[in-house]
């Protein structure tokens, strides 16, 4: 893209450890290739109202170690509405603005598919905690959460132990039980309860009985928020009902969302930053950032929208009609091996812990 001046960069949605890594990486590797940078402030509404300011190499010093996101974030309903789309193109074109790295979730992809549409071109990076993208194996903020995960469920086991109790943790993820599966099997849980695999709780009452007549002492079992609001208190009454041992809840909520990124989560940041940039600048557009295995590769962002709804089980009939044969077989392929992988790590838990 010939004329391509300035870069815009934004994040929405929930703010995930590392996306300061990620504008760090947009705005260096810009500057370097000669472009102005526009730091766009709290998402899409942000730049319908025009909160935007130059960035230069300094303003994103001293971030890369800093969790939440500099730029701030927003959920943004004017955005939802073809006026208020139209509005933050405008403003775009004001502020001579001519792509936009949108880092984010599901949400923020579809609103950049959107400004696209209204004629600025788009990049998105996968920034969330949840890991609910299903185009990318991993998204930024993922590891960071899983390891603050980790670190809060030790000290759980530290006065579960003394107490000899039983302690339910609700862990966030939204529809996604990918925090609830990894952090189980370094928190050695005794089982994730997670949305996407049923988990059989009289199996579960009967290992506690038995391991507690062996000699332990704590069980933690880790449950994804996806169970909803209220299952957590449920099956602690159920659990302590049981199996007679004295079991207590704990939601872990925001805490698990904030604090320094880890350092996967910070390379990856950078890497998928840098490759926006060299996207954006050489006129690809409505794509996102994926990470396959070792590669940072590009998707049309429409078709990671689809192989999301698809993960999710909300693909309807009329959009399964639009996506070719061969493009479909490839999406039902990543999302089994997530599933399967998925299993994989239900099975574990379920043969190593007690
Ligand atoms: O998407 C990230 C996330 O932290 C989810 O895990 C959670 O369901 C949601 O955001 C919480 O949203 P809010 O910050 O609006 O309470």
């Known amino acids: 893209m010939s004329n391509f001046k300035r870069i815009g960069v934004l994040t929405s949605g929930g703010d995930a450890p590392g996306m300061n890594a990620a504008i760090r990486a947009v705005t260096r590797l810009a500057l370097y290739k000669g472009f102005e940078v526009m730091g766009i402030y709290n998402g899409y509404q942000g730049l319908i109202e025009g909160d935007i300011k130059k960035l230069g190499a300094r303003d994103v010093a001293?971030?890369?170690?800093?969790?939440?996101t500099m730029l701030y974030t927003a959920r943004s309903n004017e955005f939802c509405k073809?006026?208020?789309?139209?509005?933050?193109?405008?403003?775009?074109?004001?502020?001579?603005?001519?792509g936009v790295v949108t880092i984010g979730g599901d949400g923020t992809f579809r609103g950049a598919v959107d400004l696209t549409d209204a004629g600025i071109p788009c990049i998105g990076i996968p920034g969330t905690i949840d890991n609910d993208i299903g185009s990318t194996d991993m998204t930024i903020?993922?590891?960071?959460?899983?390891?603050?995960?980790?670190?809060?469920?030790?000290?759980?086991?530290?006065?579960?132990?003394?107490?000899?109790?039983?302690?339910?943790?609700?862990?966030?993820?939204r529809e996604a039980g990918d925090i609830a599966l990894q952090t189980s099997i370094a928190v050695g849980?005794?089982?994730?309860?997670i949305k996407e695999i049923p988990t059989d709780i009289d199996h579960v009452v009967d290992k506690m009985i038995d391991a507690r007549k062996d000699g332990k002492r704590n069980f933690i079992i880790i449950i994804s928020e996806g169970m909803g609001p209220d299952y957590g208190e449920e099956l602690s009454n159920i659990i302590e009902s049981r199996t007679k041992i004295e079991t207590r809840f704990a939601r872990l909520a925001h805490?698990?969302?904030?604090?320094?990124?880890s350092l996967r989560d910070r390379v990856l940041a950078t890497q998928m930053g840098c490759a926006a940039v060299e996207n954006l600048v050489n006129g690809q557009m409505k794509q996102v950032m994926c990470l396959r295995g070792n590669s940072i590769i590009s998707m049309d962002i429409y078709d990671a929208l689809m192989v999301?709804?698809?993960?999710?089980?909300?693909?309807?009939?009329?959009?399964?009609?639009?996506?070719?044969p061969n493009?479909?077989?490839?999406?039902k392929k990543i999302v089994a091996d997530k599933q399967a992988y998925k299993q994989y790590l239900d099975y574990i838990i379920d043969h190593i812990t007690l």
């Open 62 to 68: 001293y971030i890369i170690n800093r969790g939440g």
């Open 82 to 98: 073809k006026e208020g789309v139209e509005k933050a193109a405008e403003m775009c074109r004001k502020f001579g603005i001519d």
């Open 141 to 173: 903020g993922f590891d960071t959460a899983m390891n603050t995960v980790v670190q809060l469920v030790d000290r759980l086991r530290d006065t579960g132990e003394s107490h000899a109790r039983c302690n339910i943790v609700e862990v966030m993820g």
């Open 189 to 193: 849980a005794v089982t994730a309860v």
């Open 255 to 261: 805490i698990q969302r904030g604090g320094s990124p």
């Open 308 to 324: 999301d709804k698809l993960m999710k089980n909300i693909l309807t009939n009329e959009e399964e009609d639009t996506i070719p």
């Open 327 to 331: 493009k479909f077989y490839e999406m």
